[in-house]
């Protein structure tokens, strides 16, 4: 089965989503801000599998999108992540615990290379929060606020569509993962493994 027929003429750049229970690709054409129709691609992913099986998945999502070697890519993951170098710091998260210390820019660049296009990493809710300021239902706000609720619960904080990692208005380096209900840390109360583990720990038992 061949993909779908992308003008190269375009100015692209390949958007990988990875996700606590998916990945997703899709190409967007920078100069109009829009997906080329017809190039989203969704596989799922098992969070708990190990790195090459996971690396495979993500390199697998590149390839369904048929671009041309030369497109860069920009990849949207969940932290804690270490953004610039491209390095996995999972740990304790419930989730992709075989990238800590994974070397992802690296590696992905092994699996594909015929890759020739630059990949560089961003936070994932951040990618959500910009992508909603540009062209969403906060467009052009002067401040506002993207929550993502999934495996766990991202969060970012923008002013004028720039994160904002610091200062007395948001919370600890920007996250609000990082805040508490209780004693509780928030992702242990509102996230996907907190609701599966309430309900498996029975009718009336409430974990806070």
């Not at 953004?83 to 740990?91: D, P, S, V």
């Not at 600890?172 to 599966?196: M, N, Q, W, Y």
Request: proline share 7%; charged share 15%; aromatic share 6%.
């Amino acid at each position: 089965m061949t993909g779908p027929a992308i003008p190269q003429s375009l100015q692209l750049v390949g958007a990988l989503e990875i996700g606590g229970t998916h990945v997703t690709s899709a190409l967007v054409n920078q100069r109009a801000g829009l997906l080329v129709p017809g190039s989203v691609r969704r596989r799922a992913i098992d969070p708990h599998a190990p790195a090459d099986e996971l690396l495979n998945s993500f390199a697998s999502a590149v390839l369904d999108s048929h671009a041309a070697p030369d497109v860069p890519w920009a990849v949207a993951i969940p932290g804690p992540f270490d953004y610039r170098r491209g390095i996995g710091l999972f740990k304790g998260v419930g989730k992709f615990d075989a990238l800590l210390d994974v070397n992802l820019a690296a590696r992905l660049h092994a699996a594909l290379p015929q890759l020739t296009g630059d990949i560089i990493f961003v936070n994932d809710a951040d990618a959500f929060a910009v992508g909603e300021w540009r062209q969403g239902v906060t467009a052009a706000a002067a401040r506002s606020v993207g929550i993502t609720l999934g495996s766990g619960v991202g969060s970012s904080f923008l002013d004028n569509g720039v994160p904002v990692t610091s200062g007395p208005i948001v919370p600890p380096h920007g996250r609000a993962h990082r805040l508490k209900i209780g004693t509780a840390d928030l992702e242990d109360v509102a996230s996907r493994r907190a609701i599966l583990a309430g309900y498996l720990a029975g009718p009336g038992v409430i974990r806070v």
